[in-house]
């Protein structure tokens, strides 16, 4: 049972007497008696709280800044004003609120819940509308998975079954090396086609620049290469002349020719017509040339 203390006896009551949240203060005949709330313990903090830091509460410092409050209060109105000058809108369909959409839409809320509301008693029926036999029989399943993960796990790092990463790992290496041949070439995916020239009588094909060439002859080759290839790589080169009679040599290794006759390109003449094209693949070990007829 609570104590019954009269508002005479508060000032008289320390914290370590009694707990005033268990107090009820009576009025004893008819007579209102006052009490200084400063006086009172446990409230006696509070106050003093409150009172010491009264006089900061304007000052925008601590422990009250209500600096962002006062840099924002401006705005109060201008949202009250924008509000209260669009309102007469909101029924209007127009801008600056046009619930058109919304209100073209909202027939099929009631349709929803019908149909719903109707349907609701099949759902564990395994029939139409809501049909979900296929996930009744194979939520046995659910916790087998969870089982065989919670088992397993411990051997995700041994390279073993039921979890073996060993080729994972042993070729997780290439990883950055995929990376860089994809950075150093990429410059190259909208470079196909390049002009190439004879140095010193040889005539260089550098893929790194562009898979497919075309060149104009104007002194005998005597050297023929195709260089930094790639397994898989092709191309071709178109080949003209300016008319000099000039030769490829016969020999081209590593490169082989599969069809075809460079011996072909000294009857080139300089006709603007005068091509022979130089198909050619590369497996990993040769390039394997294929050498059109030529255009006279």
Known sequence: MRPVIKFTELTQLSSSQVNLSSVIPIVQDNINYTISLSA??????????????????????????DSLLQSTSATWNSTYSTVSANSAAWDAHTDPYDDSLLQSTSGNWNSTYSTVSANSAAWDAHTDPYDDSLLQSTSGNWNSTYSTVSANSAAWDAHTDP???????????????????????????????QTIITSNSALDLDVSLGESAVTTLTSHVTSF???????????????????G???????????????????????????????????????GQFNYLYISNAIA
């Open 40 to 65: 009172i313990p446990l409230l006696r903090d509070t106050y003093t709280t409150v009172q010491s830091n009264s006089a900061a509460w304007d000052a925008h410092t601590d422990p009250y800044d």
């Open 163 to 193: 979890y073996d990463d060993s080729l994972l790992q042993s070729t997780s290496g290439n990883w950055n090396s995929t990376y860089s041949t994809v950075s150093a070439n990429s410059a190259a995916w909208d470079n196909t086609q």
């Open 225 to 243: 290469t195709i260089s930094n290839t790639v397994s898989g790589d092709s191309g071709m080169i178109v080949v003209s002349s300016d008319g």
């Open 245 to 283: 009679g000039w030769t490829f040599p016969a020999d081209v290794y590593p490169s082989l020719v599969m069809a075809g006759d460079l011996a072909d390109i000294a009857t080139l003449t300089n006709s603007i017509s005068s091509r022979i094209t130089i198909g050619w693949y590369y497996d």
